[in-house]
């Protein structure tokens, strides 16, 4: 079972907007079974919806399209879905009285707006809408199943979860598809690709990976298409099971993000953590507290961007900042100190390097960073080199920051300060 | 002149990621004049993604490629568009010694996987990538042109901007299209619109205007299609400038976020700034020092997660946490004092609020934040109310506590703590 998902609008062209849309339809037609063939994106035209229409109904045995329905002139989806199945656009009584009473109640003036909301595609399958003044549409022809939403958002969300992925389910009974995704971290992509070569070839031709690298790490996702849920399901356990242990350092769980598996960690064990962050400056407090319940664990962090709160604040010794300067071992350990006495945690994580474009020297480049954890009762400390970008440079040091101190909390204090590790 | 947009990867058609790079690449084409007629994305299926090519070669003039570009086995699209083209993938010895450059500079072994990033369709243009392992392809076929881009964002961008778009300009002169964006921060989009109707309406037809709501305030986008440039321009900015004088305390200026602004009158006046931050946990100080130069005026921040932080580091008073709560004007008032003192800055900023999605009460639901800020001479605090979603609320209230550091920089302090201000 196939389907095609056709947005329509102009702000799409221009990017002007993020298709938000497409994405959150495919994941929910992908969990009921549906996989998507093709996503396309086309403007306010009739000629280029059409041309998308006869694309799309070729190959797939679901249509489903968003945008362009509401009342004013420059959307022309009804008008275009009406010509294109050979039917006239008809009054509906009901939504008339649906968008009447929607707008009255929200203290709008109905117009004539409400008129043209009213005016649907003869022979279609009217899904009322209880969000917004454009109803839904529910169309077939030659098998194929054509279902037009609008495009906002939540009113789409409402349609899909209300109506559509029930009327779908009853009308294309399916197979499964199971996707799992692990995250590994601390390799590069072709470094794990390498070290992993075996474990792939080994897998059932039935079960695809697919490589998602981003700074956060990369994760690896297995899907399963066509096979029994529970077996699937099993295997493909059985598969990230035996990746773990080729590679056990590296493999951080079924998590989107080493901050996830951090935050679990924490908190199971009900330890508690503080961070200073110079080069990252906040970014890492901010990745932690975009998850609800940080405040289970994070007491505080201390942006230190001058060298005077260095000192002032977390203790860090004037003449090792100028001995050694503020992007160095030293520093980066006594940060990690001063945060940990300073807010009374079990942990401490800090940061302190050249996230660029200024500041680089030929002995610390521009992408030098310096990693320090205190835990309850030693010191570490690891440096890594980036590259030349600033929002690269911060995002992948927070993310090998949180990883360090990821590796000491599970006991892996020699990979947490190798060489090799990102 | 037109561009079709294809974006590959399996990902993309369940729904796991979402694509911003066609947003992206479309702005940036749209920028230099080139329409977009269609964006698709399609698995990385060899078959799916010569059916996407046919389809776009007979419409565009340029297509655009993002993505499957990996060393890994699932990235079939260099393959695919050999066959594609009729040619072989041929080795290159020059990418190859750039990518062996690239990672022997990270640290990593660059083994044979890369040998594979070096093997490109025969008589293509190469486009170093300075940025990652994959280089960008310019082909050409019936006097269309076809460029290949990597996935990985960055890597996409750095190409477009530095090679790709030059490039085209060259290769396609195109009539001219002038955009110009401006910030409003304060008011909803909606009273804004009511606001501004008869500046609206007063636009010449040739120049076209558009709304972008975001967290960080809503920008009006003017547009001038086909008119000579030194005559759109004029009337653009005295079209904006009659807008300042419409709404001079919500109209913000030529930036993207509020954050620009206040860098840039921090920046000119040579004042520094320290925050404190509770409910938005570090996210004031990441999206400062996610611009280059924060450290010319940003000393330094404190997350004071804890109520024993807030007290210890921000001398918070104790009895008054217990009397009045943390979410509290006294206590966002006593954070600014404290985080000033601390830092020994100008100007300090501070929040308190209930992200989400626990810890609301009936007096105080989740969404309520109190901002403050301290001034060399005077103390300012404001409380915003908010929604229920943990990411926005935080997104938000960073935006509105710069904002209200903005009014006061630029001497509007009835503005700053004005109730209708969001």
Redo the contacts between chains.
Sequence with gaps: MTADIITIGD??????????N???????L?LAGI?????????DKAE?ITE?LD?AIVHSDIVIITGGLGPTRDDLTKQTLARWLGVELVFDRATFDRVERLLTSRGIDPGGINRSQAMLPEGCRILPNDLGTAPGMWMEREGRVIISLPGVPFEMKGLMEGQVLGMLRERFPTESII?R?ALCFGL????L??RIESW?DALPHWL???????PSGVRL?L?AYGVDPLLAGREIDERFERLRQLVPDYFVGFYDSVNQAVADLLTASGHTLA?A?SC???????S???M?G??AY?????????N??KQ??LAVDAGDLERYGAVSRQVAEQMAVGVRR???SDYALATTGI????GGTPLKPVGTVWIAVATPSELFSHMI???D????N?ARASASAVNMLRLLLIGRPEVATS??L?
């Design positions: 702000e799409l062209l221009i990017g002007q907007v993020v298709d938000t497409s994405s959150w339809i495919a994941r929910q992908n996989s998507i063939r093709c996503r396309t994106a086309v403007g280029q998308a694309t996707h995704t590069a992509e072709s470094t690709a390498e792939e695809r990976l697919a490589y998602l690298p981003n996702r899907s961070v962050e990252t400056g906040g970014a890492i407090s901010a932690l507290t975009a609800a940080a405040s994070l007491l505080g962090s201390v942006v230190s961007y001058s005077e709160l002032s604040v300073l807010c009374n996230a660029g474009p200024g080199r980036l590259g970008l600033r929002e690269q911060i060489d090799g990102l």
